[in-house]
């Protein structure tokens, strides 16, 4: 038979994240790559998950999410927010963020429209972009800030451009956007008639100050795509709940692929997260936060020790690092010779740009891990760098 595949498979790669998380295990490694916890869930939702499958909630949930997890969701919105959302019309339930961007881009980018993506950028954005046919046009942001500036945001623009995505608190870089780079792409979105597509995920890991969804600005509501899920709020990583609140038009769109891609979330986590959602209050939201800074300090800590270039993140579970002291390699050969060698495993920089020779010196580490690992791998940083 033939050996031929789809042209739009052509222009992407398997994932290096999830790579990385492969070749962490071949070695034996620490793994710092792929970002999901080692500590368990709140056994809040572990309970309700579990009583949910011996009711047998069992059966297709409704495609775009159950009625009380929607519920749940839109609560959410008003109390943390002050957001208004009709969880009839404006809530769809997809299998993660993942899903989540891919669907919102499907369902709202033609091919040869043009998306603005902040770079360096979670990687899933750029195959997203592609496998609806539209171009991604790379805002590159600089370190050691990371700053946006309104004016090369604006030259980016063209008559083609139909969204922006905008990720905060950001994944790899850290920063959590501020107002005035907040106020500069809504300016945008108003002026040129562009949507906002918000990836949300880390909303509720931030060190200082809080979040402010971009939909809640001024003439915002209604060109924004809120994408959020409960895989970092709750540690639930491989259960596969994500979240898209946008404005009734778009999301009939948003639904129809939604329910021709995946049909619908797992429905027995859903009654779960919507339990996460109703019964965690204010103190564990303020522990998680606790938790997450001080596993922050103890890994940049060891990395500045340790002789990698980095700022301390302000926002997400990420810390970006150049690596050029240690070595010559190319990103990718260091990840893997770090995770062969040093038994610590990063996910090579280039996965985060549009082209890799930009991510060449830098390495992301995930530090969404018990304390104790964290310490291991700092150990076996010293050990080998120190
Ligand atoms: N967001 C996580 C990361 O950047 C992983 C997400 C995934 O693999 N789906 O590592």
Not at 147 to 173: F, G, H, M, Q, Y
């Amino acid at each position: 038979m033939s050996n031929r595949t789809a042209r739009r498979t052509h222009s992407f790669t398997e994932s290096l994240i999830r790579d990385m998380t492969r070749v962490a295990r071949a070695h034996g490694a620490v793994n710092l790559a792929q970002g999901f916890p080692d500590f368990p869930a709140p056994q809040l939702l572990k309970d309700a998950a579990c009583r949910a499958i011996q009711d047998d909630v069992n059966q297709y949930a409704v495609t775009w999410g159950t009625p009380s997890l929607r519920a749940a969701l839109a609560r959410k919105y008003r109390e943390w927010y002050g957001m208004d959302v009709d969880e009839d019309r404006e809530i769809t339930v997809s299998c993660g963020a993942t899903e989540a961007m891919a669907a919102v881009m499907l369902a709202l980018v033609d091919p040869g429209d043009e998306v603005i993506v902040l770079e360096p950028f979670y990687e899933n954005y750029g195959p997203d972009a592609v496998l609806c046919g539209a171009r991604p046009v790379y805002l590159t942001l600089t370190p050691p800030e990371f700053r946006l500036d309104p004016e090369r945001l604006r030259s980016l623009v063209t008559k083609r451009t139909r969204a922006i995505v905008l990720n905060t608190p950001n994944n790899p870089t850290g920063r959590v956007f501020g107002q005035e780079e907040m106020e500069a792409v809504a300016d945008v979105c108003r002026e040129h008639d562009v949507l906002a597509v918000t990836d949300e995920i880390y909303e509720h890991i931030l060190y200082e100050g809080s979040h402010v969804p971009l939909a809640t600005f001024p003439g915002m509501r209604d060109r924004t795509v809120v994408v959020s899920g409960l895989s970092k709020t709750f540690s639930v990583t491989g259960w596969r709940i994500g979240t898209i609140v946008a404005p009734p038009v778009l999301t009939s769109a948003i639904r129809k692929v939604h329910d021709f891609l995946t049909v619908g979330a797992p429905a027995p986590l859903q009654e779960a997260c919507a339990a996460g959602l109703d019964g965690l209050g204010p103190d564990y939201y303020e522990g998680m936060t606790r938790a997450y800074a001080e596993r922050r300090d103890v890994l940049h800590a060891g990395l500045a020790e340790t002789g990698f270039e980095c700022a301390k993140p302000e926002g997400a579970y990420y810390i970006l690092a150049g690596f050029s002291s240690h070595s010559a390699l190319d990103d990718v050969a260091f990840s893997r010779w770090m995770a062969k060698e040093c038994g610590v495993a990063p996910v090579p920089g280039s996965c985060f740009f549009g082209r890799p020779e930009d991510g060449r010196d830098l390495v992301r580490f995930a530090f969404c891990k018990r304390t104790a690992t964290l310490e291991r791998a700092v150990e076996r940083l010293r050990a080998f760098f120190g």
